[in-house]
């Protein structure tokens, strides 16, 4: 899953600053709850046992990308409201990445 190290990279972070991990970390997790509640689907990884297809996701690339956009995008605006600018729910870059993913519901 998404590295400590990979997002102080997108938020262009030294490694050896420590301030912001616990931060980070947290939009980490929030990111990859997201990635699975957009997508109707758990995230697992390549090691994991007989997944099933209809209701896992494994993480990949695209899913790596997507939680690294949604990380940036948290530490840049840290609050809820953007004043002077158009306001998107899911940055469209992030939308773009998973919609191949979701789980339509029937």
């Not at 948290?74 to 306001?87: D, I």
């Not at 191949?100 to 519901?105: D, G, S």
Request: hydrophobic content about 40%; cysteine-free.
């Amino acid at each position: 899953m998404l590295s400590l190290e990979r997002a102080k990279q997108q938020v262009r972070l030294d490694q050896d600053f420590h301030d912001e991990d616990e931060l980070l970390k947290s939009y980490i997790i929030a990111a990859g709850r997201l990635v699975e509640n957009h997508t109707r689907r758990t995230l697992i990884t390549d090691s994991d046992e007989s997944p099933d297809p209809e209701i896992t996701l494994i993480y990949n690339g695209d899913i790596e990308v997507a939680m690294l956009l949604l990380v940036g995008n948290w530490y840049a605006n840290r609050e809820s409201v953007v004043t002077g600018e158009s306001v998107a729910v899911l940055p469209m870059a992030v939308d773009a990445l998973l919609q191949p993913y979701v789980r339509y519901l029937e």
